[in-house]
């Protein structure tokens, strides 16, 4: 694989907070979900853009629940061939209409303005077991970080982007960027206390 070709750009809508992610990044993050959570067959993608983590999901079997807040981006999302997808036009932060059934997953590459992807870290391990989330370096710092979601959250697998990813365009972030496997925990966590086993990894 060509590492550069990652981080090839893809169309945004700032004005938004839309950093729609690289097609093949998008595919090495499902492929890296995947061969750590080989069982998970529901999936729920809670800032969907134009379908780049969905497509990737939708070709390796799995069933897709895809939600985005632009009409423009659901009619996209719509046109993706395959029966297992279900789009939903609303935002997922608000009451969202989670499946009957509880998802296996969460995929997603929320927006990050206004601590948004911790919001959506907070409520994707409320929906899920597991959930797989781009996120900004500086995510696991600052007190309101850790009120909004890492109290409740064990990142379980971090891998961190050697290069910045160009979301598109002009305006991508000046930012650097993790993906995260993470997991809910039963209990508060406490000062001090240690995550075993983490696992960390680069990608070039």
Known sequence: MNQRS???EAEQKADLSQWYTPRPLAKRIV????SHNPGCRNIVEPAAGQGALVKPLLERGLKVTAYDIDPANVAALCEIPGRDLVVHCNDWLGD???????????VMNPPFE???DVTFVA?????APVAISVLRGVVLHGVGRWEIAWRWVDPVRL?????????GGDHSPKQDFIIAELRPRETQRQDGEIIRPLSIEWWL
């Open 31 to 34: 492929d890296w979900a995947l």
């Open 6 to 8: 990652l981080f090839a």
């Open 159 to 167: 891998v961190y982007l050697v290069r910045r990813p160009k979301w």
């Open 114 to 116: 206004y601590n948004n």
């Open 123 to 127: 409520q994707a391990v409320q929906a």
């Open 96 to 106: 969202p209409p989670l499946p009957a059934a509880q998802p296996d997953m969460v």
